[in-house]
């Protein structure tokens, strides 16, 4: 268990609304992720951070954007919430003690009507 | 192309008997690979890493490593009705160090 943890867990949102979903960790790990997860898809990298203030976008980052501004907080914000952005949303760490190790936080579904 | 593939299933094998899972992956220079089981309405759980060519064994599970042939691949041996989940394969690749890249996953059903 790497202490991760993610809110909420579950929420319905109108399309044209934000959202914010928010990743936490207990073990201050430099390195953490957001990934979106849709059938025929598997887990697609939105953007990941290497430390605090440092973040990069991934593979499907159009219409996300995130903020870390303490170690332990990442939190991922749909501007404006569409259709399209219903999905599984699951935070992810690297463990620094053993390398390249990569752990998931339970996910985040979220509908958006 | 996409950069990680797997035989997306569904593949169903009897209990008892050994399930057979295969990855492969575009980048030549990828260091690192992961397996990860999920179960449905769950978070994708790690189930053995591997970095160097050969086999690595953790218990009924065999990872086996083929650098030279870009491909990755697991073994679950005596396969139980506890294993029926999708299991993800998962490469660092050597220009994105600090991310990971999924295949689309491989359903897995262990036939009582």
């Known amino acids: 268990d790497a202490g991760i943890t993610q809110s909420p867990r579950h929420k319905v949102t109108e399309t044209g609304t934000p959202v914010t979903l928010r990743c936490h960790q207990t073990?201050?790990?430099?390195?953490m992720y957001w990934y979106r997860q849709d059938p025929g898809h598997g887990l697609r990298l939105i953007h990941y951070?290497?430390?605090?203030?440092?973040?990069d976008k991934g593979e499907v980052s159009d219409g996300y954007s995130v903020s870390r501004s303490k170690t332990e907080d990442f939190l991922l914000t749909l501007e404006s919430a569409t259709s399209s952005q219903t999905s599984v949303y699951f935070c992810?760490?690297?463990?620094?003690?053993?390398?390249?190790?990569?752990?998931f936080g339970e996910g985040s579904w979220l509908t958006v009507v | 192309q996409k950069e990680v593939e797997q035989n997306s299933g569904p593949l169903s094998v009897p209990e008892g008997a050994i399930a057979s899972l295969n990855c492969t992956y575009s980048?030549?220079?990828?260091?690192?690979f992961f397996w990860y089981r999920q179960y449905s309405g769950k978070s994708p759980e790690l189930i053995m890493s591997?970095?160097?060519?050969g086999d690595k064994e953790d218990g009924r599970f065999t990872a086996q490593l083929n650098k030279a042939s870009q491909y990755v691949s697991l073994l679950i041996r005596d396969s139980q009705p506890s294993d029926s989940a999708t299991y993800l394969c998962?490469?660092?690749?050597?220009?994105?160090?600090?991310?990971?890249?999924f295949g689309s996953g491989t359903q897995l059903t262990v036939l009582p």
């Open positions: 992810a760490l690297r463990e620094d003690r053993s390398g390249n190790t990569i752990y």
């Open positions: 073990e201050n790990h430099r390195y």
């Open positions: 951070s290497y430390g605090v203030k440092d973040t």
């Open positions: 980048d030549r220079g990828s260091q690192s």
């Open positions: 591997i970095y160097s060519n």
């Open positions: 998962a490469v660092i690749s050597s220009g994105s160090a600090r991310q990971l890249t």
